[in-house]
């Protein structure tokens, strides 16, 4: 893991270039990337709001966090799986060190929740809901999210590789999982056959100490951070590993 | 002799083919549940031994599919080896191909910081080498031009001149001099010269005999993926147009 220092330029470029991309390359783009979970929360809110009214006070802050945060982890995920296959041609002819394709990957991920962060804090000024300090808190609540997505992304992005209908597979996946995490609903409205998944779906201890934050006002309770960060720390030393073990094997494949 | 810079011991490396292409998790599975899951081995590099030292020039010769760009690709570290340990002591620059990890949406100087960072080097030290970078390309104001603009001859300069822009302590060039034109070869050459005397050891593969017999101070000839025969420029390249010639004027007849 030396060369994580050796190469931090190469990752600062990496980064760099898929902001340039995203941005600047396309006038709207800044506009349509803020757009999108906006106008997805607006939906929700429209059909959904009248439905938690009693659970969530403000379901527009509510459904746009958890959206914010689903979109930096299901998009850091795909895009992971595809980086290693996408720079096929320079792992054929140069000693590159592979980590460095999922960690940009989520590195501009962080960066581009940090850019939407600014209309769901607009957001919440128009719907009266109050900047408390806890929001603070934030950094550290993004850098456990961060750890837990690089895991899942170092775990998933080799298998991409070895099996090309993993991207499609973890699409499915990531269907279910949204519907598993509570995003779009109040955890307290599930009934108690299947409360347990949601409880135990360890997705969303680290959704929540990113959301309570911003929802509740609040930094979340210490055991609710020590578990979201233990399970930060397991996802990213298991994508490690496995990253490491299969690294060798990746150039045979792409 | 000082200790090797180079040195493989028992290298191969196997290329593992699907019978049957099997690159999805479906397929996978139901192969498996047969219990037909087999591989077409590919061995392109057969218990190669090989040991280089400072400032040697080493040529490899062989025919296509001889093994020559993977026994380059381990060395580089691209891949690694099946079997065997390769141990590469110092700095490598590795040109396999000239302009690679090029982002043609960029620009050429874009391209230069991209390919440098690539290649292992700091945004500094590519800052002090930019320039210079920039004149041995000759690319004048294009350099601000996006790559997708350039011609092969424009790709491969510039590609080149970043590669070497560091003197490294193994240089591996894969048949990267032929693309361009007699200046730039001759321009690539007298960089080579340089690096050589001062003790870089370059591995060179090429198909012209006369390069190698210019450049090499030892050369090896891979056939199949075993060295065939190592030695003086002179004998292994006569060995080995011996076999080819010997066929050429059986085909002949």
């Known amino acids: 893991m030396l060369s994580v220092v050796r190469y931090?330029?190469?990752?600062?470029?990496?980064?760099?270039?898929?902001?340039?991309?995203?941005?600047?390359?396309?006038?709207?783009?800044?506009?349509?990337?803020?757009?999108?979970?906006?106008?997805?929360?607006?939906?929700?809110?429209?059909?959904?709001?009248?439905?938690?009214?009693?659970?969530?006070?403000?379901?527009?802050?509510?459904?746009?966090?958890?959206?914010?945060?689903?979109?930096?982890?299901?998009?850091?995920?795909?895009?992971?799986?595809?980086?290693?296959?996408?720079?096929?041609q320079l792992l054929h002819k140069l000693p590159v060190p592979l980590f460095v394709f999922p960690l940009s990957t989520v590195l501009s991920g962080v960066l581009n929740l940090g850019f939407a962060l600014v209309p769901l804090f607009v957001i919440m000024l128009l719907t009266g809901a109050p900047l408390t300090p806890a929001l603070l808190f934030l950094p550290v609540a993004v850098a456990i999210a961060a750890l837990f997505t690089l895991g899942a992304g170092l775990l998933l992005s080799p298998l991409a590789v070895f099996f090309i209908d993993t991207v499609e597979l973890i699409a499915v996946?990531?269907?279910?999982?949204?519907?598993?995490?509570?995003?779009?609903?109040?955890?307290?409205?599930?009934?108690?056959?299947?409360?347990?998944?949601?409880?135990?779906?360890?997705?969303?201890?680290?959704?929540?100490?990113?959301?309570?934050?911003?929802?509740?006002?609040?930094?979340?309770?210490?055991?609710?951070?020590?578990?979201?960060?233990?399970?930060?720390?397991?996802?990213?030393?298991?994508?490690?590993?496995?990253?490491?073990?299969?690294a060798d094997r990746i150039p045979f494949y792409v | 002799m000082s200790a090797p810079l180079i040195e493989l011991r028992g290298v191969s490396l196997c290329y593992r083919l699907a019978k049957q292409r099997i690159p999805s998790f479906k397929e996978y599975a139901i192969h498996f549940m047969r219990g037909a899951l087999s591989y077409e081995e590919l061995w392109a590099l057969r218990d190669v031994d090989l040991a280089v030292g400072r400032g040697e020039s080493l040529g490899i010769v062989g025919r296509n599919g001889a093994g020559k760009s993977t026994l380059l690709k381990v060395i580089s570290r691209v891949l690694k080896p099946t079997r065997g340990t390769c141990i590469v002591t110092g700095t490598v620059a590795p040109i396999l191909e000239l302009g690679t990890g090029f982002d043609f949406e960029l620009t050429g100087l874009e391209n230069i910081y991209l390919n440098g960072l690539l290649l292992g080097h700091t945004r500094r030290e590519i800052n002090a080498v930019r320039d210079e970078v920039v004149g041995f390309s000759e690319l004048g104001d294009f350099i601000h031009a996006p790559v997708r603009n350039y011609s092969s001859g424009m790709t491969a300069r510039l590609g080149f001149a970043i590669a070497t822009a560091w003197m490294p302590d193994v240089l591996i060039l894969d048949e990267v001099l032929a693309v361009g034109d007699a200046e730039f070869t001759r321009k690539c050459e007298e960089r080579m010269q340089r690096f050589r005397n001062a003790g870089t050891t370059v591995l060179f593969v090429s198909h012209s005999p006369t390069a190698i017999r210019e450049v090499c101070s030892r050369c090896i000839w891979l056939d199949s993926g075993r060295v065939r025969a190592a030695g003086k420029p002179d004998e292994v390249l006569d060995a080995y147009a011996g076999p080819t010639a010997l066929a050429a004027r059986r085909s002949d007849g």
Do not use: C
């Not at chain 1, 009693?54 to 895009?79: D, E, K, M, P």
């Not at chain 1, 006002?217 to 590993?241: D, Q, S, W």
């Open chain 1, 8 to 88: 931090r330029d190469l990752v600062r470029a990496l980064v760099l270039r898929d902001l340039n991309v995203r941005y600047r390359r396309s006038t709207i783009g800044f506009l349509w990337t803020m757009l999108q979970p906006l106008l997805n929360m607006l939906v929700l809110k429209i059909v959904f709001s009248a439905l938690f009214r009693v659970a969530l006070t403000n379901y527009a802050v509510f459904a746009l966090a958890g959206i914010l945060f689903w979109n930096f982890f299901s998009q850091s995920i795909v895009t992971s799986m595809n980086s290693l296959r996408g720079n096929a």
């Open chain 1, 173 to 246: 996946v990531l269907q279910v999982l949204f519907y598993l995490t509570p995003i779009i609903y109040p955890k307290d409205i599930l009934p108690p056959k299947v409360a347990w998944i949601v409880r135990f779906n360890p997705i969303r201890s680290v959704l929540e100490t990113f959301r309570d934050p911003i929802y509740y006002g609040k930094v979340p309770p210490l055991e609710h951070i020590a578990v979201a960060a233990t399970v930060a720390i397991v996802a990213f030393v298991v994508g490690a590993y496995a990253f490491r073990k299969s």
